[in-house]
């Protein structure tokens, strides 16, 4: 379980950048990321950073090369704006949870099952006659 502490430098992190992302980084690979969330290891040394882009499965090489790229200007960045001795290590992991619901929805949507609202109709229906 994370700590106060933990949670509030992992929030701040993610503020931080998706600053930095949305009006200081160049980089075109890195124009449309998005900092989904941010999980901070115990000793403060690691931060994994959740990121997902708006070219979704196509774009993430790019995208995570880009981060790659630019990991140093953004930690630099980091340490300017967190109190903190050590500014952690950045590691970008691809958040696949907008992939993996968009997968469970087509298939819910193939299986033909009809939704609560139209079973709601149908029963209004059934009622009128």
Do not use: C
């Amino acid at each position: 379980m994370a700590s106060k502490k933990q949670g509030r430098i992992a929030e701040r992190i993610q503020e931080i950048l998706s600053i930095l992302l949305q009006f200081e980084v160049k980089d075109p690979r890195l124009q449309n990321v998005t900092v989904l969330d941010v999980k901070i290891d115990r000793e403060l040394m690691y931060a994994t950073v959740y990121v997902s882009a708006l070219g979704g499965e196509e774009e993430r090489d790019a995208v995570m090369e880009g981060l790659q790229n630019a990991s140093g200007f953004l930690r630099r960045e980091l340490g300017e704006h967190l109190a903190l001795r050590r500014v952690p290590e950045l590691r970008f992991e691809w958040d696949e949870t907008a992939e993996q619901a968009a997968r469970i929805e087509a298939l819910l949507d193939s299986l033909n099952i009809p939704s609560d609202d139209e079973e709601t109709e149908g029963d209004a229906a059934d009622d009128t006659e």
